[in-house]
């Protein structure tokens, strides 16, 4: 009985080193998985350095959009289509960036006798960050300015008569 004892023994202890060899074995394996795996980092995405934006208006005396949204410090690129019929003396379009704290219907008022300045009145460039010229129906026009720092902004048509019905939000968000 006594060597049945040892023999049960001896055949423990040998499954046992045998699970444990198998062990480290499947931990080893598992280990150089993880030494392969992609180290995953947390990688803010990159922030293009310019943007391309394009902005319709129609015979309606309407944008297609009325908010934009751009990063601080990017170089922008702004394409204003006139999708209407219509002449530029009937019914033109620009876009106009201004500065905040600007009165619109006080800068739409003073437009209206700047036709020779694409309707922006000189005597409140101070009031304007940037401005395409004015086009009529099937015309198209861009300018590329830097976008201002971060905050809201807004944007009119300075035609005669359209800063209320014409303006937006020129969202500025940080880098």
Known sequence: MMNKLKNYLLLLSAAFVLYSCGSNQKQSEES???????????????????????????????????ELRVVEG???????KHVGEMSIETMGHNWVLLKPGTDIPTF??????????????????????????????GEET?????????????FICSFPGHYSAMQGSFVVEPK
């Open 32 to 66: 150089e998985k993880v030494k392969d795996a992609p180290v995953e980092t947390a990688v803010e995405e990159a922030v293009p350095s310019s943007v391309s934006l394009t902005i319709e208006g129609n015979d309606q005396m309407k944008y297609n959009k009325d």
């Open 142 to 154: 861009t300018i590329t300015f830097e976008a201002p720092k971060r905050g809201y902004y807004t």
């Open 108 to 137: 739409g008022k003073a437009a209206t006798s700047a036709k020779e300045n694409d309707y922006i009145p000189q005597d409140k460039l101070d009031q304007v960050i940037t401005h395409t010229k004015t086009i009529g129906g």
């Open 74 to 80: 990017q170089q922008v690129t702004l394409t204003l």
